[in-house]
C-alpha cells in the first residue's frame, strides 16, 4: 500500500512538473537561433583561419510552412562585434522550413553575400533539448583578398606541392 502510494505522488509531480514548464513559457515554445557572420577574406566560399567576424551585419531568421510556402515567422537581428548574432523564435515551427540569411554588411569591403542560408530546427519535437539552435556561418565576400591568403590555403592542402 505504502508503495502504490509513494508511486502515485511520484507520478502526480511528474505530470506537474511538466505543466509546469509548459505554463512558465506561457504556452509558447522559445529558441534561440545562434550564429556567427564573417567576411571571407580569401574569396573561397567558407571560413578560413584569417576570416574575420562582421560587427553589426544584418541578418534574418524566416520560417515558412513547407507545403505552402507561406512565411509564418520572420525575425530580424545583428552581430555583435565579433559577428555572433542570436535571435529569439517564438512558437514550434515543425511543419516549417526555417532558414538564416544574411542582409547586410557594414563593411565597404566585404560587402558581396555569398548565396548560402543555414537551415535551423525550430521545434521541441526533433531530439534536441536545449533551447539553443546553431546556424552554420554565413559570409560575405571580400573585394580583394588578404596577401597572407596563399599560406592559409597551402596550409589546407589546397594549392599543392609548389616547390
Not at 567576411?39 to 507545403?67: H, N, P
Not at 552581430?79 to 547586410?104: F, Q
Not at 536545449?130 to 588578404?146: H, V, Y
Request: charged residues 30%; glycine residues 8%; aromatic residues 6%.
Amino acid at each position: 500500500m505504502a508503495k502504490a502510494t509513494i508511486a502515485l505522488i511520484i507520478s502526480a509531480l511528474c505530470v506537474l512538473a511538466f505543466a509546469g514548464s509548459t505554463i512558465a513559457k506561457g504556452g509558447e515554445t522559445l529558441f534561440h537561433v545562434e550564429g556567427r557572420v564573417y567576411c571571407d577574406t580569401c574569396k573561397v566560399q567558407f571560413e578560413t583561419r584569417i576570416s574575420e567576424g562582421i560587427e553589426g551585419a544584418e541578418v534574418q531568421l524566416q520560417c515558412r510552412d513547407e507545403e505552402s510556402e507561406k512565411e509564418t515567422f520572420s525575425v530580424d537581428g545583428k552581430t555583435d562585434k565579433n559577428g555572433w548574432y542570436k535571435l529569439p523564435v517564438e512558437g514550434d515551427h515543425e511543419k516549417d522550413i526555417c532558414e538564416v540569411s544574411v542582409k547586410s554588411s557594414p563593411r565597404d569591403d566585404c560587402k558581396k553575400p555569398m548565396e548560402d542560408k543555414a537551415r535551423v530546427v525550430c521545434t521541441d519535437n526533433s531530439g534536441i533539448h536545449t533551447e539553443s539552435r546553431f546556424a552554420n556561418p554565413l559570409g560575405f565576400e571580400i573585394d580583394t583578398p588578404l596577401d597572407n591568403c596563399k599560406e592559409v590555403l597551402d596550409e589546407l592542402g589546397f594549392l599543392g606541392n609548389t616547390e
